[in-house]
């Protein structure tokens, strides 16, 4: 069985320029504070804290670089805090998903729809998904061994030349599996 890299993917936002502009100003770029593992992809300096109907969470990190529509990645337990009900679904489908405002050092922007929970996924290139025996779109299980070993059933396969190999998991599945520090899991095909 193949394995990969497992990572946490705490709560996020991505800005489109002019949600960006808004928040921090005219003319605004994203400021790189350090690369993740998908190229190309970096953590930023900016922060913006995510408003709900119940509560707020502050200081969320933005990820670059900008994208063509702003989006909340939470986990489902970050969406109860905000009052909201996030739909889990692969990032970049927000079409009727739940709202939410933002509030950055110069403004605020109200978002009609943008906030998931990210569906767990693995990025892999088209060589690594052949090394691993997977295909785009293909849904497997993966195994962590931990001190509460756990099967993840429904992960979403995605590559694209572009991507590097990682798993992707948010913040409560983490926990919940014990997914700390460098982890790996077994992909399982179904």
């Known amino acids: 069985m193949a394995t ?4 946490t993917s705490a709560r996020h936002v991505h800005l489109s320029q002019e949600a960006l502009e808004v928040l921090f100003g005219k003319d605004a770029k994203l400021t790189e ?86 569906k767990r996924h693995i990025h892999f290139t088209p060589e690594e998904a052949a090394e691993a025996g997977v295909a785009d779109k293909e849904i497997v299980c993966v195994k962590i061994t931990s001190e509460r070993t756990t099967i993840f059933d429904d992960v979403v396969v995605r590559v694209k030349p572009t991507f590097s190999a990682a798993m ?22 179904k």
């Open 33 to 118: 504070k350090k690369p993740l593992s998908q190229p190309g992809q970096f953590a930023c300096e900016e922060r913006v804290t995510i408003v709900g109907p119940k509560k707020s969470i502050p200081n969320v990190i933005i990820l670059g670089p900008v994208r063509p529509e702003s989006q909340v990645e939470v986990s489902l337990t970050d969406a109860r805090t905000l009052g909201v009900d996030a739909p889990v679904r692969e990032s970049g489908d927000i079409k009727g998903s739940a709202g939410c405002k933002l509030v950055g050092p110069c403004g605020e922007i109200e978002l009609t729809e943008g906030v998931i929970a990210a």
């Open 4 to 7: 990969v890299l497992v990572e």
């Open 168 to 189: 992707h998991i948010d913040t409560d599945e983490s926990n919940a599996a014990c997914a700390f520090g460098k982890c790996y899991g077994e992909i399982i095909k």
